[in-house]
């Protein structure tokens, strides 16, 4: 058994015996099948937010209100063709990401323009979903590994002009898995790789991080402060 796999066991153990007295909580700290912690309960979520108000998972339409929301995965206009998630009207991230993400909206409303969200948390078991088409990292999350929307950091998002509400023009279209979607593809009109740049620059700014191979992904760059979720957004939106 090599180290990493021994790690992620002392771990798993260390979890258990530290929160003995709560069953629930033992039960939860199980790994995966991928040898991943996967927070599935809404107390557990609590225990690990109690000493880190960062982690708090806030809902975007209350942390920031003039944000314009399209997201995708709610409907059936996605890579996936399926709804997999429930009809919802807000979406969530921590509280870091949101804080950070306010200040990018709030540069842009400056400049009459402002974020189009396409998608922020995801529950884990949604990942597992969509790896299965692709299976392909560049362009969805191994769930192996889990992804920074699981964590509650990542944010998939274009910029509207509002004084014609039209998206700012990148080039491709969200989840374009191509290379043409990548940040290095440089075979576009001027006017395209100055709209990623400038969706690059005060992402990059207020502390995000790009993904390389889509100009829609940021994320925020200590990924591992943040345990991966599979809470529910019924579960999310009653802790509002």
């Known amino acids: 058994m090599n180290?990493?796999?021994?790690?992620?066991?002392?771990?798993?153990?260390?979890?258990?015996?530290?929160?003995?007295?709560?069953?629930?909580?033992?039960?939860?700290?199980?790994?995966?099948?991928?040898?991943?912690?996967v927070i599935n309960t809404v107390d557990i979520y609590k225990r690990t937010v109690a000493t880190n108000t960062k982690k708090i998972m806030v809902a975007l339409t209350v942390e920031i209100p003039t944000a314009i929301l399209d997201l995708k995965y709610a409907g059936t206009d996605n890579f996936?063709?399926?709804?997999?998630?429930?009809?919802?009207?807000t979406?969530?991230?921590?509280?870091?990401?949101?804080?950070?993400?306010?200040?990018?909206?709030?540069?842009?409303?400056q400049q009459n323009m402002s974020i189009?969200?396409?998608?922020?948390?995801?529950p884990y078991t949604v990942t597992e979903k969509m790896w299965e088409p692709v299976k392909d990292d560049r362009y969805a999350a191994d769930p192996k590994f889990g992804s920074g929307h699981n964590r509650g950091i990542a944010?998939?998002?274009?910029?509207?002009?509002?004084?014609?509400?039209?998206?700012?023009?990148?080039?491709?279209?969200?989840?374009?898995?191509?290379d043409t979607a990548h940040h290095d593809f440089k075979n576009l009109p001027e006017k395209v790789l100055q709209?990623?740049?400038?969706?690059r620059t005060v992402m990059e700014k207020h502390g995000f991080k790009a993904l390389?191979?889509?100009?829609?992904?940021?994320?925020?760059?200590?990924?591992k402060t943040y345990e991966l979720l599979n809470l529910s957004f019924e579960e999310l939106y009653k802790m509002q």
Do not use: C
Not at 84 to 89: E, F, N, R
Not at 195 to 199: F, H, K, P
């Open 3 to 37: 180290k990493t796999r021994n790690r992620f066991i002392a771990a798993s153990i260390l979890l258990i015996l530290t929160f003995n007295t709560n069953k629930g909580f033992a039960q939860d700290s199980l790994l995966n099948k991928y040898g991943l912690w």
């Open 80 to 89: 996936m063709h399926q709804q997999l998630y429930p009809p919802i009207s």
């Open 91 to 109: 979406t969530y991230l921590r509280l870091a990401a949101s804080e950070a993400l306010s200040a990018v909206q709030t540069e842009l409303k």
């Open 116 to 122: 189009k969200i396409w998608d922020a948390y995801r």
């Open 155 to 178: 944010v998939d998002l274009t910029i509207v002009d509002l004084s014609t509400n039209k998206e700012l023009d990148m080039g491709t279209g969200f989840d374009n898995f191509s």
């Open 195 to 199: 709209n990623r740049m400038l969706l």
């Open 212 to 223: 390389e191979t889509e100009w829609w992904h940021y994320y925020l760059p200590d990924t």
